[in-house]
């Protein structure tokens, strides 16, 4: 159960866990990245190019590193949750959750009864895990993670009541979606003071509702910023800027930039 656990244990006290954020279908790339210093490992099925098959080996190889392995799934793909879990996902970030509806929809597919009505089959998960299946019917509400992502101006406006949903862990902004509503399609901009203020709001509101305050940062430096303001979960951008970054720095570490 270590990998469940190192998420479940941390989740939603301080310092703020940092997840890397994967969109490069790679496995085995998913494995290198987790025995960096990173909490834990998102794989992204709605901007990614992860599928299921290159999450399922994904999730293991993460978990091979003892890291907690989130998966971000396409919209409204609850079903495909439920397989995640069973793959040992730890947790799954549901993008554009914009009603009460849909954050049902998200925990019926992730949290077995009476909270939700998650199907039978966690069969990679028991396996990775060593729990049989008492414990793991007993605990795995407990230990994987049910995320809702904001960002659109509904899912704002229903913020409280997404938050009230039981089986609902915690919600994930989305910085540059929630830029493009707010403006009216006028920019994407991660860092605008409209974006800035509708953090503080959803602190504030799943500090108030108990829950975990989660959101993706454009960059190292955000990242950082993130975590002092007081969100539990930040992601470090993505693997593409991560590689960029790896191949200045030593371009010009070899003198050649
Ligand atoms: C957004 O900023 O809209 C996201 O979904 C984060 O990747
Ligand atoms: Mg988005």
Redesign the pocket.
Known sequence: ADAFAALSHRWGRPPGLLTAWLGIPSPILAGVVAREGVDCVTLDMQ?GGFDLAAAVLGIGQVMLAGKPALVRVPVGDYATASRLLDSGAAGIIA?MVNSVADARALVEFTKFPPVGARSWGPVLAMDASGLGPADYLRRANGLTKAIA?V?TRESLAALDDILAVEGVDGVFV?????SITLSGGAHVD?EHKDVDAALDHVLARCRAAGKAACV?APSGPRAGEMRRRGFDLV?LANDVGQVRLGVKTMLEQAGAA
């Open positions: 901007h993008p992502m960002e989305g910085p540059s979606d929630l991660a993706f992601a």
